[in-house]
């Protein structure tokens, strides 16, 4: 009797970087049996983080990625390159014993190597394939490439963050990535519950640009509905946001580069904030939100002075002591290693890693009552696993194994 | 052909914060039934408004998070309501809800309350620091989960006398949201093995801590700290503009620049075709750049020398094109160049670009009580078999709830009572 809530799927995985890696994570987190391939051609070089920073020590070489080690946890690693044709052959096996075959490559890419969705159905008729790039597998930018960033930029995320007058300050990191992965994750355990219920597998076309732009709804509406656009000749301030919130920002707090966040929902919290700041905040223009709202520079000036000379935890804590939304914008090294809800959940889970050692990783957000996820064992090396799958579930002979690697199969 | 969800029933007790899950699960196929106070759900009141004019059921901002959802009114500050609610779960697959860690036990509507006669339930909770430990009473909004779980770290400007910078459109709430989607289909699939049911604690705070990429993996694995840089990703070492201007005023990105030497030389005749060659000093590294022998590595770049000069001639170089010409060209002219670049787009921008056109991204959902039909963002992703479909758009207050009611053996004359007594 499987143990954990996934323990019966197995995904024959392509899928790389963070958008296609971060996808089949959450399902190895939660005990699917998720099978990366990698090319020994070049040493599993088309993830770029297969060898890149962050390194845990002065080691390099496609071991070492620290990116690549935390996307790829909890995952069995096989080399096998499709250019030769015993590869080629060797592949069908894989497919034969899989729930799912997922990869983000390029459109086309796995197709042109005799695998599109009808020759992987031949070979299992329910299987689930997934394929997740940019644009799509069709359409007029179809053979178009992205990363995060360009994702973002093009569905607007990146234009809606920033300050006002000012270029747009854009997401500082690949949120579309995750994005892309947690889309994957869903449309992939539907799919398997689609198979659940009918014994239908399907083709998953995944476009992170259109993804992303249904994180963009409401400003899509706005447009669609009452013809107002978003660009504007000032920019957006997404600080101050859409929310009907005065005050509403991120304020300097004292120390270089520390910052401050609060936000006050309603005029109660307002009045508990004033309270606090004193008499300077004893103005009848901030008494209604409709007053905040209309003095907004002078009222977040108000704000901003008062905090600007006070440690931005502290501003926190007082803030919380009376019931309002404030929060220290936190550096990595203080959510990671100081902050309580942080370590009492678990979210930094230690794994072990061949060659890296004890590494800790990002956990999963969520806790299960009954199947609840583990993350324990570090990323595959590069081909670790080649004699557990090709061997172990396939029952091919140490012989045949090592001969392939010798031709440069595996 | 129906969604992936179409065997679910759903029951959503969710504002702002979970409402998104609610619809991921709803667009699938699931029926959603959406549960709110009689007051409706403070979502009504935020704006924009249909025509500007403020009503509970013409907010934008809710028919974008509540589509193919029917809604209900239920007063569960009322006995009778939570005897209601009790029995609308009893009719449900899956509960999930976004309350405060102790309001649906002090409502006696808890997992443990409810999953005693009904062990099949799955009941996800989202809540800003998980129901239980140390944080758990802390308020939060959006804002205030980006600034303390990471995000916002991570973006802003290069200029760091500059507050740091907080995305647009209640991405904290879509990326927790995301996570008990994700995980709530992983406990039906558990469900669909087993017929255990089980509550998932989604912690909102913790839901932002791992969606910071590489910010929270450096400090895991080098101890080191990485710095926010206008338009581009946060580092340690920081790394050359990629935002410029465009000839027509929009802001293009040129993302990670390339570095196969085929497409430096495509670069090159693009300045000459454009005929802006001369005018770009640094043509000649891209020369060099055209006829080396390899691919310039990341290493080579954080390295210095010779190959992390041409790089930064190349990248330099599709920033000069770009004020050459209009964003949307520098888009496609980089694209079919086989290089990663982008246009920043307006979100409505999206809704009229031809391939999310051809692609059918725009879908007409259809409002009978103001006689129109809106163009709603479409679906995230493909699934041909078991299609993604708005059924519906977002309820009226309390449009469903005689409907529903009906369905779990409540008579007409008992729902007039309910309706009497203010309990829906």
Redesign the interface.
Known sequence: M?DK??S??RITDFSGV?AGAGASR??AA?GAQVIRVENPANKGAWD?LR??????DER?GHNFG??W??HNVEKLGVTLNLATPKGRELFPRLVAISDIVAENFAAGVLARLGFAYEQLQSIKPDIIYLSNCG??H????E?????????Q???????????PD??????????M???GA??????M??????R???G????????T???A??????????????G????NEHG?D??R?????AP?????ANGE?E?????C?DDAEWRALAGEIGKRAEDPRFTMLEGRLAHRDDLEALVGIWTADQNKFAV?RRL?AL???????????E???K???????G??PQVHHNEMGK?????????????DWEIKRGAPLLGQHNYEVYGGLLGMSDGEIAALTAEGVL | MT???N?LRVIELCDEAGAWAGK?LAD?GADVIKVEPPRGSIVR????F???EPHPDRS??F???NTSKRGVTIDLEQAAGREVFRNLVASADMLIEDQAPDRMAAWGLD?TDLAPTHPGLIMVSITP??RS????E????????????????????DD?T??????????GY???S??????A??????R??TG????????????Q??????????????????Q???????S?VPSGD??VIAGDGR???T??APRRPAQIAMILEWLHTLGIKEQFDQWPLLEVGAHLNHDIT??AI?EGGEDAMIFGAVRAALLFIAQHITAYEFFVGT??R?M????????????DD???R??G??VEVAHPELGRS?????????????PWRISRRAPLLGEHTDEVLSEIGVSTVERQQLREAGVV
């Open positions: 499987p809530a996934l019966r799927i963070l959450i399902l939660f770029p060898a890149s920073a962050p390194y845990i390099r620290g990116g080690q935390n644009f799509g069709w359409g007029p930018y053979q178009f490439k992205t990363w995060g960033p360009i994702v930029a093009f569905s607007g995320l990146t234009y809606t963050s920033g300050l000012r270029a747009p300050a854009g997401w500082g990191y690949s949120y990535d995750h994005g947690y889309f994957g994750a869903i449309a355990l539907a799919a398997l519950h689609h659940h219920k009918t239908e597998g399907q083709h998953i076309d995944l476009a640009t259109e993804a732009s249904t994180l963009m709804g409401t400003h899509i509406l706005d447009y669609t509905v009452n107002r656009r978003t660009r957006v997404s600080n946001g859409e929310a009907l919130m509403h920002n991120i304020y300097a580069d910052w401050v966040a609060i936000a929902r926190q919380q019931g309002i939304p404030a929060a220290a914008v936190q550096r990595p090294e959510r990671v290693d902050d309580p809800n942080t370590a009492a959940w979210l930094w590494v800790r990783v990002d956990g999963i957000p969520v806790h299960a009552s009954a199947t | 969604g992936s969800l065997d991921l699938m009141s935020y704006p924009p249909y025509h500007d934008l901002a028919w974008n998070y997992y620091f998980g430990g140390p944080r758990s802390e308020q939060a909004t959006d804002l205030t989960l980006l600034a303390g779980g990471g995000p916002v770290w991570s973006c802003g400007y760091h500059l507050a740091p910078v907080r995305g647009h459109g209640n991405q879509l990326t927790a995301n996570w008990a989607v994700a995980t289909l992983i406990a039906l699939l558990h669909d093995f255990e049911g089980q509550h998932l604690d989604v912690n909102m705070h913790a839901a801590n791992v969606t910071t990429e590489a910010a929270s993996y450096t400090w895991l694995v080098a101890k080191q700290t990485v926010r840089q206008t338009g581009r990703h946060a340690v990629v935002q802001y293009v990105t993302g990670f990341i290493a954080e694209q079919s086989d990663q670049c982008g246009l920043i787009n307006a979100p409505d921008d999206v809704i031809p391939h999310m051809e692609r991204f725009a809106f163009i709603y963002p479409g679906a995230p992703y493909h699934l041909p078999a078991s």
